[in-house]
């Protein structure tokens, strides 16, 4: 059972607007959530993360929301540029103290100059 | 962030065979954790490698199919043991900063098997 969930498979935007990517989750244990970026032929690197205890981290062009109440957290890319061009996977850890995350299906994202 | 360097990067494999996956890290490291991406899907963990012990293999993946060494904290292999079709998928190690709970992978070995 997919406990962690990307709906959208894939989403075009427009250079310089914004982009917004979601995830959804089914675990109420999961307290650390992870954005990773990912290019062909490439391994995912990450982006951006966000713990429990909060609802939004910035860092530059991208913040992160988390509702917690919804099970639902975002990823706002504001500019878009043509270089975030690549397939965006939303990840999430547990509260047990294991260390293996657990990955959406990922959104291919398309900007487009 | 670790530096994480994987090798193969890609390799078409004859059914029956076995591929070594090898994964170095730059710098000493506790865990190492090998995944596998099938076609269209996520990422999905195969089993957790510690130094000095047994590997501990998620549900759905057993030793006998996926060996795992770690001789020492910056090294690791997979073996991918009598291969099929199904097991064409792209294979990552990845290592931990446990600090801020951030994974950091490999660029992957992209497997396809005749």
């Known amino acids: 059972d997919q406990q962690v969930k990307q709906n959208s498979p894939s989403l075009s935007v427009q250079e310089g607007r914004i982009s917004i990517l979601n995830c959804d989750y089914t675990n109420s244990m999961f307290d650390y959530f992870l954005w990773y970026k990912k290019y062909p032929a490439e391994g995912p690197t990450f982006l951006i993360s966000i713990s429990s205890i909060k609802d939004k981290n910035e860092d530059g062009r991208f913040t992160v929301f988390l509702n917690k109440s919804a099970k639902h957290l975002s990823l706002h890319i504001v500019p878009s540029q043509p270089g975030d061009s690549a397939v965006y996977f939303c990840?999430?850890?547990?509260?047990?103290?294991?260390?293996?995350?657990?990955f959406g299906t990922g959104t291919r994202l398309t900007v487009i100059p | 962030s670790a530096v994480i360097s994987q090798k193969p990067s890609r390799d078409i494999c004859q059914r029956g065979t076995s591929l070594t996956i090898q994964c170095q890290v730059d710098?000493?490291?506790?865990?190492m954790f090998w995944y596998r991406q099938q076609p269209g899907q996520s990422l999905t963990l195969i089993a957790t490698?510690?130094?000095?012990?047994?590997?501990?293999?998620e549900s759905g993946f057993v030793i006998d199919k996926f060996p795992i060494s770690r001789p020492n904290l910056t090294f690791s292999t997979l073996t991918v043991s009598n291969m099929s079709p199904e097991d064409s998928s792209i294979y990552l190690c990845?290592?931990?900063?446990?600090?801020?709970?951030?994974?950091?992978f490999g660029a992957g070995t992209r497997l396809s098997v005749l």
């Open positions: 990840a999430a850890a547990d509260q047990t103290g294991a260390n293996n995350l657990f």
């Open positions: 710098s000493q490291v506790t865990m």
């Open positions: 990845s290592v931990e900063d446990i600090a801020i709970r951030v994974q950091y």
């Open positions: 490698a510690n130094q000095g012990s047994e590997a501990t293999y």
